[in-house]
């Protein structure tokens, strides 16, 4: 059994103003005298806070009850301060402190000759050099020299660093052979996604082997000054020539005119159970597993490592009782780490038997997590309290193992953190560890790692990028791709190039072929069916009818469709809603025939397969049950329902997902075919296509396609009503553990797309939200306030009523959720009261018409525009004069259409969010 705390990388405010002066020799071969100020601190249990003014601490502990005396030297700096391609920095950096300066070119000999014990370790938030040696004057003054001297002026030379390097390797690779350290490295990795504590101390072993010399150089100088440092004296000393010494020495030390920076990352919350198998050669398998717990200074800190002894001592240990006794395991450690932010509690045990490796690891959690619900006996407490008390007497009477200690708790914050801690593990009750147990101890908290052994390596090595340069070199590629023509983009081309005509059904075609990039070619086909009265009750069929029928036909299954359009290069899909079915294709010319042809057969020889039925609606339902608890899917799906309130049988109702859940369960794969067979029909639609293609032969293609097609029920286009009486509000919905919020209002508006209003409602909403990062909402709530990533106003209008809607979204950290709130309304109103300005309208008019010429520049763009226009029975001569209508706006017109139209107060406003009330 091993209890364990700080583990290290083995290889070799102040309270008074009392000023002493020291005075020392600045330059060799003159005799300069400076002043050298000391301040003062406080003083602990016989320990002395002092500090330089070129920031160094200090702290003395004299001791006569010994004849040695102990110098640790603490720099501030670990693998939690590491950057990217730093890792092992730091560790390198205490290995290399050893290989000299100009003044002690020989480290190591100078400490032998002298007797003294010596070493420094690496840990994630500090450095340290420590020796021990027998006390005399000249031995103080000595390491307090070596220690100023190689904080600023070691050699960090390349030859050092390629032998350094090597042996620093060497020492990675021991690692590499321990199972459970390279257990604990890979929980710890996983357990951390965004801290450096998940990264191991000893580094990466690419880093290892390249580190740039000036980057270690970079490093070395940055961390390794006085203000970045706290030197402990211990042992048996005079004070006052300590002090002396330091001041001499390290008072010497200018204080450094760089800002060092603070780390500032914070790991977030985990949310769920992580797991990490580990397979390599060995003889024994491994158990593990980690918890996130607060950091050493946070006041639950000794609550928590007092659980960790509960658990891990040997013989009274409840996993020892649990795992050891029963021989389930040969040896169970754990314990905490106590650092500068939080940290974790782990465990880890050897099973026995390999195959009981599993049962290891579930008794271990099982007895961990027990702990929440049914607590500790306050004998437990005491026993670890009398435990704890004993192994703090004999660091205290250690002062090697208690000036490590002090610069352990230093690096945490503050020294004095040291007896902090005592005084609060002194005080821990039974229920004070059941309650961290219940709060730290969960599985969403949790990290299990096992290590298995295996007979031969199952590593699976990735080759090295190769040289993009050689591969390069030489490449000529292919036939250079078809250009396409250059096609003009303005509304008056577009229409003289377009054929508009029917096809022999009745079905709305507008045909645009031109020399495209590639050769490529778009296609879109509506076709249009039933009624607000025949569709009722059908809308669940519908919305699946295209996806089931692009499932099979009777001479190709689901693979077979799409292995035969990715053999031709092509994009179809097809989909459908409420009495509408769509097919989309994007081909290259060559393979326009082909890819219509399989649509042919889809539109005329469905099989409608059960089981890809089947998937579909397990998609549906997964997609709804994500939806039920997403913010934004919850606010469009209640202010969709707030701004239309159709009856609840209305075939145009929106529903909530609980009902849409229940609506999928009740549809039947009969319900999908009946659509087809009564009501899919040919007369009604449209047909755009742009790009490389033959006229004549794509229209024979279609009518083809759909002439069996044939319905008896009629059709007429499903409207949309206006519900203009809507008083406004503002609904919360409440996401739990949601980090994110949504804002989303909407209003309706009796302005539909060829009233004479629209335009400057159009003008309006870009001067509002419309113009992506360049708009008043944006400016203020994103740019100015910095409360929502993503912001904006939408307005759309309905094809064909005189109606349209103006939407306002927003997403941002709940707890500003209000702000975002406020400053729209503010936003809102301040429009409507000041008005727009003059160069507000002509920057807007100039992005709107130059947004329509670059949308009219793509094909997509071109497909879009003729299916709008078709599809609401309007020409090309509207968007000539919506176009030169925007152009001809003035202030005064916007302003009182937006006066006349927006009210802030019959906003539906719907926030959704993890809101703490």
Sequence with gaps: MTVFRNQSNRNTSLNSTIWILALFALLVNAHVTTAVEIAKGATVEGITQYELDNGLQILLYPDESRPTVTVNLTVFVGSRHEGYGETGMAHLLEHMVFKGTPTHPNIPKLLTEKGASFNGTTWFDRTNYYETLPASDENLEAAIHLEADRMINSYIKGEDLESEMTVVRNEFERGENSPTRILMQKMNAAA?????????????????????????????????????ALLIVAGQFDEEKALGYIAKHFGAIEKPTRKLPTTYTD??????????????????????????????????????????????????????????????????????????D??????????????????????????????????????????????VATQREKELANTTGLAVQLSNWAAQGDWRLFFLYRDRIEKVTAADVQRVAKQYLRQSNRTVGMFIPTEEPQLVKIPAAPSIADMVKDYQ?????????????????????????????????????????????VLSLNLKFGDLESLKGREGACSYLGSV???????????????????????????????????????????????????????????????????LIQQRMASLEAASTDPQQLAVNLVTRKLFPY??????????????????????????????????????????????????????????????LGSTQKYSRIPRQAFLDIPGSHEKIITPDKKNSMYLSAMQIPVGRMHEDYPSLVIGNHILGGGSLSSRLADRVRQKDGLSYGIASMYRSYPKENLSRLMIYAISNPENSPKVVKAIDEELKRLLKDGITQDELDRAKTSILQSNLVSRSSDDGLLGLWSSLLSADRDIQSTKDLEQNISELDVEKVNSMLRKYIKPEKLIIVTAGDFKE
């Excluded at 994007?586 to 539109?603: F, G, H, P, R, S």
């Design 192 to 228: 951390f996604d965004w801290h450096n504590y998940g990264k191991s101390t000893i580094g990466n072993r690419s880093d290892i082997e390249r580190v740039p010399l000036p980057n270690l150089r970079a490093f070395y100088r940055k961390y390794y000054q006085p203000d970045n």
């Design 267 to 340: 790991e977030p919350a985990q949310d769920g159970e992580k797991s990490i198998t580990l397979r390599r050669v060995g003889s024994a398998a491994y158990a593990g597993v980690t918890y996130h717990i607060p950091s050493g200074a946070h006041p639950d800190f000794a609550a928590v490592d007092v659980l960790s002894y509960i658990l891990a001592i040997e013989p009274a240990g409840r996993l020892y009782k649990a795992l050891v006794e029963p021989k389930i395991a040969s040896s169970i450690t754990g314990g905490t780490y106590a650092l500068h």
């Design 342 to 387: 939080p940290g974790m509690m782990l465990f880890y045990s050897q099973a026995a038997e390999i195959e009981n490796i599993e049962k290891v690891r579930d008794v271990m959690i099982a007895e961990i997590e027990k702990i929440g619900d049914e607590g500790v006996s306050d004998e437990e407490v005491e026993r670890v309290l009398q435990q």
């Design 477 to 521: 590629g292919r036939k250079t791709i078809a250009a396409g023509e250059r096609f003009e983009n303005t509304l008056d081309n577009i229409e003289k190039r377009t054929t508009l005509t029917t096809l022999s059904k009745g079905v709305q075609v507008a045909l645009l072929p031109k020399k495209s990039r590639g050769e490529m070619v």
């Design 549 to 615: 029928m692009s499932r099979g036909t009777s001479t190709m299954n689901h693979q077979q469709i799409q292995d035969a359009l990715d053999k031709l290069g092509a994009s179809l899909s097809v989909s459908s809603g409420l009495g509408t079915l769509s097919v989309s294709i994007q081909v290259k010319q060559e393979n326009l025939a082909a890819t219509l042809d399989i649509a042919k057969q889809i539109l005329q020889d469905p099989v409608f397969p059960e089981e890809e039925f089947e998937v």
């Design 647 to 708: 009856d609840n049988d209305d075939v145009r109702a929106s529903h909530t997902y609980e009902q849409q859940m229940e609506e999928l369960k009740q549809l039947q794969l009969s319900d999908v075919k009946a659509i087809y067979d009564e009501f899919l029909d040919n007369s009604n639609g449209e047909l755009i296509v742009v790009g490389d293609f033959e006229s004549e032969a794509v229209k024979q293609a279609i009518d083809e396609s759909i002439g069996d």
